[in-house]
């Protein structure tokens, strides 16, 4: 089983002659199939924490482990190059906003993920197209795969977004802010399709959010003020 450990984990930020520390020793486990939500007022280190767990940001101190079964890697000790390659080969980000590439169609967003840093060949480029057409099904946009991103409505794009971190089968996923722009419908259809993939997939889960009306269903929720990461909710993923 795939797990996730945030081990003591510190960052700070310079502000002039001083630091700002944006995660104060934060720690906490999530195993594979499980979501662990954080939620916490804007500036509180929420983004911090999701940069530092997808390698975006290396923290002063402490060790963000993934442990699969190939083994167990301190994703807070890779240099630049490899923390690119752990980012496109093991780690789904599904952003706030989609930031979908307004000249490919929505097949092509996923197919462009497969073929970063990889040679091409006619046997993985039809892999790739019928792994990319069956995600779009799974996210339901079957029949959508030829439209570009002006042409779909907010709720395609982000799961359009979902389905592009899913692309190369990664052993964790980042989730920020998934319904923030969508109405009450499309974000209950949207974290239907997170809780569904997750379990599905069994990647541990990072979701940040602001919206309370989800976090039932959550199977671990946190609250993070100043840095401080602490149990809002009974913690089922330790």
Excluded: C, W
């Amino acid at each position: 089983m795939t797990t996730l450990t945030l081990d003591d984990v510190t960052l700070t930020y310079p502000d002039g002659g001083d630091r700002i520390t944006a995660l104060d020793s934060v720690s906490l486990r999530v195993h594979g199939g499980r979501i662990a939500a954080i939620t916490g007022p804007s500036g509180s280190g929420k983004s911090s924490l999701l940069a530092v767990t997808s390698t975006l940001l290396r923290p002063d101190s402490g060790r963000v482990l993934l442990e699969t079964d190939s083994g167990t890697v301190d994703l807070a000790a890779l240099n630049r190059r490899e923390a690119a390659t752990m980012r496109r080969e093991r780690i789904g980000i599904v952003f706030q906003q989609p930031n979908l590439i307004p000249a490919l169609t929505a097949l092509e967003q996923l197919e462009v993920m497969a073929h970063l840093g990889r040679t091409t060949t006619s046997r993985n480029h039809r892999e790739t197209h019928s792994r990319a057409r069956d995600l779009l099904d799974a996210v339901g946009l079957s029949g959508h795969e030829h439209k570009h991103p002006h042409q779909l409505s907010g709720g395609q794009r982000q799961r359009i977004d979902i389905a592009r971190a899913l692309m190369n089968t990664p052993a964790l996923l980042v989730i920020d802010e998934p319904t923030s722009a969508l109405d009450s419908e499309r974000s209950t259809a949207v974290m239907d399709l997170i809780l569904r993939i997750v379990h599905a997939h069994a990647a541990p889960t990072l979701l940040v959010t602001h919206d309370h009306t989800h976090l039932h269903r959550m199977d671990a929720v946190y609250r993070m003020v100043d840095g401080k990461l602490t149990a809002e909710e009974a913690e089922l993923v330790a």
